[in-house]
């Protein structure tokens, strides 16, 4: 099982790729979860406290790492480097840990304009790569809202994106441009969770716009899971509702899968 999910800031996208890969592990299956949005929290909603995440160093960050598996240096800058570095260690290298969920942040490379073919960027589309196709374990990636880390050849592997919104037109906006990107890259599945859901009117507002067939389920508003990260603690860990939703959710997932 290989899950890309992504959405606007703010929808609560980590939380739900928080608790998906803490239930995966619940099952004992053997579970990676790549961070790999710029303003990277997962390991908070896995349960890693901050002091063992200060020790973490992203992956784009880690400036020797990069020269040694590209090939570029002070003094080659800007000329040539290896498009295809190895990282077939760097999984099991740099992941840490906890709650049965091994964490990888990722990190991300920021640019000034978009199409960036610099070492960091190909390192870290080079590991997501051998993450979609050569580990065995369950891989839950926490994007942003872009695909920029993505190809063809790796978008196409993956059992499916999830688009985690909210009831709000600009959210139903995002599900339709993440769509239409991920279409363009092969990917087969693109389905959408709905997420801080209040009443019905916010359910007939999500099912009014999002096709049933890309439709996986609600996650309703709930204060504990606003408690969890007032506490930095995981929301696996708070709130048992939230994890019986997303419970429902991973059913469904896991049933398409078979």
């Known amino acids: 099982m290989k899950v890309a999910i992504t959405g606007k800031g703010g929808v609560g996208k980590t939380t739900f790729a928080a608790i998906l890969a803490r239930l995966y592990a619940e099952q004992g299956r053997s579970v990676l979860a ?13 349960g890693f406290s901050e002091e063992e995440l200060a020790q973490i160093i992203p992956i784009s960050s880690q400036r020797k790492l990069v020269e040694e598996r590209t090939g570029v240096s002070e003094q080659n800058m800007g000329m040539f480097f290896k498009l295809n570095p190895k990282v077939d260690d760097i999984p099991d290298r740099f992941a840490k840990l906890k709650n049965g969920v091994k964490l990888l942040v990722l990190g991300t490379v920021e640019t000034a304009g978009s199409g960036c073919v610099c ?19 369950v891989v839950v990636l926490d994007m942003e809202a872009g695909l920029e880390h993505l190809g063809r050849g790796t978008s196409s592997v993956m059992d499916q994106f999830i688009v985690v919104i909210e009831p709000g037109a600009r959210s139903i906006q995002t599900y339709g441009n993440v769509k239409r990107l991920a279409t363009q890259l092969g990917v087969r599945k693109v389905r959408v ?19 049933a067939e890309d439709f996986l389920g609600f996650i309703h508003y709930n204060s504990e899971v606003i408690d969890a990260d007032r506490q930095g603690v995981s929301p696996y860990d708070m709130s048992q509702k939230a994890v019986d939703e997303v419970r429902k959710i991973k059913a469904i997932i896991d049933s398409e899968e078979k």
């Open 119 to 137: 070492p960091e960027n190909v390192l870290l589309k080079q590991i997501i790569s051998h993450l979609m196709l050569q580990k065995d374990d």
């Open 193 to 211: 969770v709905a997420n801080k859901v209040r009443d019905e009117k916010d359910e007939e507002f999500i099912r009014s716009r999002i096709p």
């Open 34 to 46: 790549a961070d790999v949005d710029p303003d990277a929290n997962l390991g908070l909603a896995l």
